[in-house]
């Protein structure tokens, strides 16, 4: 019995290697699957605890999300104290609460008690009131205040994020003191790789990094080998604006600190690459006017929420359409302009999107802001000068070659080197504009930036047109 292909009795497959459960493309294996649904069917713990429980939680959030919904509780309940509560941080946050709604809030404050204070958060911070406050209830004292103050902050924040668990010594401690007391103690972190130091108050005062403890005698004070802590993080500050300062000062950790410059946590690598995920995520999909959308969601939710901006598409587009109407005589003339009029808006709503997108990542990185902003749009109308004359002249030929009329090619060329020149500066201008006044760009820019290239297209080449064959 060497792979999980062979088909044998739950209970008797060996434990489960990452290689063994995913297929090439990254999928859960459906044999896997079958035989973990074949062991909660027949209650089979043994199985479950060697080749479930000992998934990486990542590995075994995919598997939760993998089986069938009917399955998941039965699966964790089986598993009682040998479910890593940690994974339910690895999957959508309906799935995450469709389970939780379904434990008893005994067993999840059992569950939360045993994972780092960072996850317990990220759990907690979803539930209804009444359930956040009995969990936290049945938690001893120490935990539950630390788990109060990081769910106080505000959501996304870096003090949402932290965990409050951390290694701090007063600066008058020697190295032998501080070894000794990471031996002794046992509420300490599981991994760590700096050591603050404070005073009474909780102030911070600096930081060591574990390989100067090492590298230092026994004897040596710490405040002799401490060093200012790099970029201690305001709890306060917005998650991803945390995330910039470790990417800009390649930071493995930060000291949390409150508006007193207390230390209340810390800040670690693992929870910004989430945070840099999330927020990318996020931002793709408002460009696309799904909000935060997740594969897990029913059909009412998914349509709900893409209804609002599907209804400002429509009216913007009847507001294109209304363009249109106004050259009507002109269109019953020449049908070759119904044909071609597509091209120009749609030629005009791509380049809009490729500058808007560029522009809404810069904004969201901190990489544009006003000392650079002119520069970048006299950059980008310079792309859309360039980009207009190159395919105006090849739509130009073709329409000309086409319909066999030269006048025609002469004003589509035109329309498109005018539709691309207000795509590149409407795609860069709104979403400042918008960065400007508080609004959120991601959410809001596609909207407007197709419906200026559609009016600015359809009326520059319709326009045109009219001026033209009424000469």
Known sequence: MTDIDEQVRPGHLRSAEPDDIYDEDGSIRSDFLTLVGAAIADRDVLFLREN?????????????????????????????D??????????????????????????????????DSDDAVYILEDLDQEDRDEILAQLPFTERVRLRRALDY???SAGRRMQTEFVAVPPFWTVGQTIDYMRDEEELPESFTQIFVIDPTFKLL???????????????????????TNHPIPA????????????????LSAAVVDESGRLVGVLTIDDVVDVI?????????????????????????????????????????????????????????????????PIVAGMGGNAGSQTMTV???????????????????????????????????????????????????????????????AAAIAGILIPLLLDKIGADPAVSSAVFVTTVTDITGFFSFLGLASWWFSI
Do not use: C
């Open 154 to 156: 505000p959501e996304s």
């Open 359 to 421: 522009t809404v990542r810069a904004l969201a990185t901190r990489n544009l802001d006003i000392h650079n902003a002119w520069r970048v749009v006299r950059r980008e109308a310079g792309v859309g000068l360039i980009n207009g004359v190159v395919f105006g002249l090849l739509i130009g030929l073709f329409a000309g070659f086409w319909f066999h009329d030269v006048n025609i090619g002469g004003i589509i060329a035109a329309a498109m080197l005018i539709n691309m020149m």
């Open 52 to 80: 479930v429980a000992s998934l990486h939680e990542s590995e075994l959030g995919h598997l939760i999300e993998a089986i069938h919904p009917d399955q998941r509780l039965p699966m964790i309940t089986l598993l009682g």
């Open 277 to 341: 995920q999330e927020e990318a995520e996020e931002d793709l999909m408002r460009l696309g006017g799904v909000g935060d959308e997740e594969l897990s969601d029913s059909i009412p939710e998914i349509s709900r929420s893409r209804v609002s901006w599907l209804a400002v598409n429509l009216v913007t587009a009847i507001l294109a359409a209304s363009v249109i109407s106004l050259f009507s005589a002109t269109i019953e003339q020449i049908v070759a302009l119904a044909v071609l009029m």
């Open 236 to 251: 306060e500050m917005d998650q991803e604006e945390a995330a910039q300062v470790f990417e800009q000062y390649d930071l």
């Open 206 to 228: 600096g930081v060591v990094n574990l390989d100067r403890i090492l590298r230092t005698k026994r004897m040596e004070k710490i405040e002799g080998i401490m060093r200012d």
């Open 82 to 115: 040998d479910f890593d509560m940690t994974a339910l941080t690895e999957v959508d946050e309906s799935i995450r609460m469709q389970i939780v709604d379904q434990m008893p809030n005994e067993q999840i404050a059992a569950a939360i008690g045993e994972i």
